[in-house]
């Protein structure tokens, strides 16, 4: 098991910034690929992004590219996810993933563990 526990969810203005963390609490998390993905009212958990083990290899779906940035801190067991230029289609409940190894997997069933989610919500 990886226990992951995602933070930093909230309401934020469109236009406005927010840097959710994914924490993994007794375990190392540098030989996971780690992603985000998002829930939206009445639509289908959507990838978001991944970043490699080793922080080097990053991957967005189009709608976020240029807006959201993965990185990670091994030694601090932390992965984050900064979003600016946040939109009201951003609003969503925020999911951290892991899978062990490397993967480029964009779909929910590439992923063994998850977090509880975090809501961040846009106003327009």
């Known amino acids: 098991q990886v226990p992951l526990v995602e933070s930093g969810g909230g309401l934020v203005q469109a236009g406005g910034s927010l840097r959710l963390s994914c924490a993994a609490s007794?375990?190392?998390?540098?030989?996971?690929?780690m992603a985000w993905f998002r829930q939206a009212p009445g639509k289908e958990r959507e990838f978001v992004g991944r970043i490699s083990q080793s922080g080097m290899t990053t991957y967005y779906v189009d709608s976020v590219k240029g807006r959201f940035t993965i990185s990670r801190d091994n030694p601090k067991n932390t992965v984050w996810l900064q979003m600016n230029s946040l939109k009201p289609a951003d609003t969503a409940v925020y999911y951290c993933?892991?899978?062990?190894?490397?993967?480029?997997?964009?779909?929910?069933?590439?992923?063994?563990?998850w977090g509880q989610g975090t809501q961040v919500t846009v106003s327009s």
């Open positions: 993933a892991a899978t062990t190894g490397l993967t480029f997997s964009t779909v929910e069933r590439g992923y063994n563990y």
């Open positions: 007794g375990r190392t998390l540098s030989s996971y690929t």
